[in-house]
């Protein structure tokens, strides 16, 4: 069943179910993704399924379930590894935290500070070769959102948490 492609089924239907279905496919895709025999199939998926998770945080009435489904699959070290491999994946979520919608950007922060928070082996060299983008574009939010102190608290956080782990200095 997993190695025909069910987790990556499930991810694209997501915004095609009815509430409940979503809440119950939600579980099934974290269930799936701790059965041992999924590994494989995950690492072979993980980047087509990350890139459609993403893509769901656009749409209103998946973002709930979108982060929590994103955050155990990041988990995962050789999928972190590739995911942050594309600097626009984080710079995808980052954009989220620029929007008005308040779902939208607790789960994009929540999976930020979810990655780099993770004493990951991997977060040391997407800092080492993305740091000009990764700050400037957190600088950038800072600014546009002089207003929004709910936003400037949450990235101050998250540039905290990084800044003083001392994985993260190199």
């Known amino acids: 069943c997993i190695a025909n492609g069910l987790l990556l089924s499930i991810s694209k239907a997501l915004p095609n179910l009815q509430f409940e279905q979503r809440k119950e496919v939600a579980r099934l895709f974290e269930r799936l993704l701790r059965h041992p025999a999924a590994t494989e199939h995950i690492l072979r998926c993980a980047e087509d399924i990350t890139q459609i998770l993403l893509q769901h945080f656009k ?9 929590p489904m994103l955050k155990p699959l990041l988990q995962n070290e050789p999928i972190l ?7 626009e994946n984080v710079l995808t979520l980052l954009n989220y935290m620029r929007k008005n919608d308040l779902d939208l950007m607790v789960h994009a922060f929540s999976t930020l500070e979810n990655i780099f928070t993770s004493q990951s082996s991997a977060i040391t ?3 080492d070769s993305h740091f ?3 700050f400037d574009s957190i600088l950038s939010i800072l600014v ?3 207003e929004n102190t709910l936003t400037r608290l949450w990235l101050l956080s998250l ?11 190199s």
């Open 59 to 67: 749409i209103e009435s998946v973002v709930p379930l979108v982060g």
């Open 81 to 87: 590894k590739r995911f942050l491999e594309n600097a």
């Open 125 to 127: 060299p997407f800092l």
């Open 132 to 134: 000009d983008l990764f």
């Open 144 to 146: 546009e959102s002089k």
């Open 159 to 169: 540039l905290n948490a990084i800044i003083s782990n001392r994985k993260n200095s």
